[in-house]
Nanobody, 128 residues
Framework: EVQLVESGGGLVQAGGSLRLSCVAS????????IGWFRQAPGKEHEGVSC????????YYADSVKGRFTISSDNAKNTVYLQMNSLKPEDTAVYYC?????????????????????WGQGTQVTVSS
């Protein structure tokens, strides 16, 4: 059974940083693309970033380029999202998701409808 568990959310001031973690079980990261998504109240899921094997390619939404960095430690089955220079508009529940690499769509940003497995989410709140 596939399970994804996010952690690392919290409350930070604008300009601060957080690192989110996504620990996967029931799958090996080498076989999947892992995406980070976020959802603010009343809004649809927004694709934030994605990392894909075998080449380790990464993708970012325009709104986070230069501020967020996605990385993975396949030996630990863990994907990270380092978030720097946080803004109030980054406030949302953040989810990680896994999808088959040949199926997921990552342009113009990761598309949530193309991912299959989802974590429970972790809240990120950025104050002014």
């Amino acid at each position: 059974e596939v399970q994804l568990v996010e952690s690392g959310g919290g409350l930070v001031q604008a300009g601060g940083s957080l690192r989110l973690s996504c620990v996967a079980s029931g799958l090996t990261l080498d076989d999947y693309a892992i995406g980070w998504f976020r959802q603010a109240p009343g809004k649809e899921h927004e694709g934030v970033s994605c990392i894909s094997s075998p080449d380790g390619s990464t993708y970012y939404a325009d709104s986070v380029k230069g501020r967020f960095t996605i990385s993975s430690d396949n030996a630990k089955n863990t994907v990270y999202l380092q978030m720097n220079s946080l803004k109030p508009e980054d406030t949302a529940v953040y989810y990680c998701a896994a999808g088959i690499q040949s199926i997921v769509v990552v342009t113009p940003s990761p598309q949530w409808r193309t991912y299959d497995y989802w974590g429970q989410g972790t809240q990120v709140t950025v104050s002014s």
